[in-house]
């Protein structure tokens, strides 16, 4: 039994290799096409390809995954799955044609959504994964261990000291002598108590210890349980969480699962130099929306700029408009002034006196 579990154990091994060598082989070509494109037009964007590790599938590390990180300025601002790689790869090379065909100020007009490579920054990052045993609750014994923060890139970010603790009749730490079974199958329908405690952590990588929060799923509960957020930026952080979990009664696949299964807490941080980043962004984004909505407003008519003007100058166009007049206005186009005419007499025998008119 123990050969053919090491054999199988063996096929999976070389599964995952020939898994990992596939993903590679897939999305460094595309990684390399995105920065080179990003290049061309002049953007501050970067793309690395990542191996994480799975450190969420229980005692034995799960298989290795591959992920795209993207850069802006030199900070990472979000991660892509080899999926999202390939799909924004291609609008890449649809705006590059476009700017090759229009001009390169297309790619200067976006909008962020229509960036292929923007998305919103994440500024909340997973700092690593520590994990505790659950097999000496079969044996009504307590776990204290500051247990390694382990990174997805396999890397040691720090610990975090957690304890776990069988509880006795009256809900205190600890298991009297006389409550003690010998064999885990006699706790089977009795009622368990177990309390999970998580104090500190220290060591956390400066970048990443801001706001910094835990959180664990236990047993078959759906819904995470979170260990309050230290607000600030520490290190070495203090918590002091205590939370109690009873089973009752104990049924075989609980018995089960602290057999063969792991407490994992995910410990996150906030990323100072992505808020940093992000910040900058909503600033620049309104001041676009001002000048925009400045450009916009609507100009004075031409036909209303003389109400602005100068007295002087009102009076001056009045007195051309005067001007324009004729003095000798036909009656017709002047019907507010009486139009007499003079009957001859003997003074008017001159030739060039003939009609006055009465103004």
């Known amino acids: 039994a ?3 579990a090491e054999e199988e154990s063996h096929r999976q091994q070389e599964a995952d290799m020939q898994r990992l060598e596939e993903q590679l082989s897939h999305m460094m070509p595309l990684v390399k096409e995105a920065n080179l494109i990003a290049e061309e037009l002049g953007w501050a964007y ?3 390809t990542r191996m994480q590790v799975d450190l969420l599938s229980g005692r034995n590390r799960g298989p290795i995954q591959v992920t795209a990180a993207v850069l802006r300025n ?3 601002v979000y991660e892509w799955n080899p999926d999202t790689l390939e799909n924004r790869v291609y609008l890449m090379r649809e705006l590059l044609q476009q700017c090759e065909d229009e001009g390169f100020d297309v790619a200067k007009r976006l909008s962020r959504e229509e960036n292929p490579f923007w998305d919103p920054v994440e500024e909340e990052r997973l700092i690593g994964v520590a994990q505790i045993l659950l097999e000496g609750l079969l044996l009504q014994v307590e776990n204290q261990i500051d247990a390694r923060i382990l990174s997805t890139e396999g890397h040691q970010a720090g610990t975090l000291h957690i304890e776990i603790w069988p509880l006795a009749r009256g809900n205190k730490p600890g298991i009297p002598d006389d409550e003690v079974v010998d064999d885990p199958k006699e706790l089977l329908g009795t009622r368990m108590g177990i309390l999970v405690q998580v ?3 220290k060591g956390l990588p400066e970048a990443l210890a801001n706001d910094v929060r835990v959180e664990f799923n ?7 349980y979170a260990v309050p957020r230290y607000d600030g930026p520490c290190c070495d952080p203090v918590f002091g969480f205590s939370k109690a979990f009873v089973q009752d009664p104990v049924t075989s696949r609980f018995l089960d699962y602290l057999r063969n ?10 990323d100072i130099a992505a808020t940093r980043l992000r910040e900058q962004d909503e600033s620049m984004q309104a001041s676009i929306v001002v000048r925009d909505s400045q450009a916009s407003k609507p100009t004075t008519p031409p036909s209303r700029r003389v109400s602005h003007q100068s007295q002087p100058q009102a009076e001056m166009i009045q007195d051309v408009e005067r001007q324009r007049t004729p003095v000798h206005a036909p009656a017709s186009a002047r019907s507010d002034v009486p139009v007499t005419t003079a009957r001859p007499t003997t003074a008017d ?3 060039k006196s003939k009609t006055c008119v009465l103004l």
């Open 2 to 4: 123990k050969a053919a």
């Open 46 to 48: 970067h793309i690395e």
């Open 74 to 76: 030199g900070v990472r």
């Open 199 to 201: 104090s500190n952590a």
């Open 218 to 224: 236990y047993f078959i509960d759906e819904e995470p």
């Open 261 to 270: 299964k792991t407490l994992a807490f995910r410990v996150y941080g906030r």
């Open 349 to 351: 025998s001159n030739p």
